[in-house]
């Protein structure tokens, strides 16, 4: 089972992944964790590259590298595990880079998710947790962190990122869950445990 964590700056799902794999872990089930860009070697220096403010990066080539360290994570990690029988919970994968490089810098959507499945070669998450939070909420979570080269973008870039996080709910409704995430950590924890019995149970 491949589960992945979406959503904005301080939605919280650092947290909200730890949390679900101890619950699952509790379960006496296995789970690996991996985070994108990154998670494997070859994907994790490609995020220093991505995320270095000192790097001038176009939005193509920021979208071709999304996918370059994407399909090494898949092909290296991600494919062997779930082979094991392992439950896989990915932070972020690529509804990321339909929000942000489709709709947050304005690259072809059609174009976008067909790179999608060709870096993931076919994969698709069987549930993916949307961790919604107003971008109000993010500034109130974020305010005394470091940005990065993505996260410097302004406003009106964040708002496309949530309006595209929104399209995909719309889209694809039985896979990419939305949890209110403004409440506190035990609440939307409780909603996340629900979403993965519901999806776990009918697999
Ligand atoms: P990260 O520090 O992991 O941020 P977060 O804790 O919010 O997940 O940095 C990842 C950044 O890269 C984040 O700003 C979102 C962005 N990103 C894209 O723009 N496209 C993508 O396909 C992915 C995977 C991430």
Redesign the pocket.
């Known amino acids: 089972m491949l589960i992945t964590f979406e959503g904005i ?1 301080g939605c919280g ?2 947290t909200q992944i730890k949390l679900l794999k101890e619950y699952i872990e509790s379960k006496g089930l296995s789970v690996v964790t991996v ?3 990154g998670g494997s070697d070859f994907s994790e220096q490609l995020r220093k590259i ?2 270095s403010s000192k790097n001038k990066v176009g939005a193509r080539s920021e979208l071709m590298l ?1 996918e370059a360290a994407r399909a090494n994570l898949v092909d290296n990690i991600i494919k062997p595990e779930l082979r094991r029988g392992k439950i896989v919970i990915c ?2 994968f ?1 509804d ?2 339909t929000a ?2 489709a709709f947050g810098r304005g690259l072809p959507l059609d174009f976008v998710q067909k790179l999608n499945l060709f870096a993931t070669d076919g994969l698709t998450p069987n549930l993916t947790v949307y961790l919604s939070i107003s971008l109000e909420e993010s500034k109130r979570r974020t305010s005394r962190q470091e940005f ?1 080269r ?2 410097k973008a302004g406003d009106e870039f964040f708002l496309k990122v949530i309006e595209g996080y929104n399209y995909i709910a719309r889209q694809e409704p039985d896979r990419f869950v939305v949890i209110d995430a403004s409440g506190s950590r035990q609440e939307t924890a409780l909603k996340v445990r629900e979403v993965f019995e519901k999806r776990y149970s009918a697999l």
Request: aromatic share 16%.
């Open positions: 700056d799902k650092t985070r994108e860009p991505l995320l999304f932070d972020r690529f990321s880079t942000y490089q990065d993505i996260e």
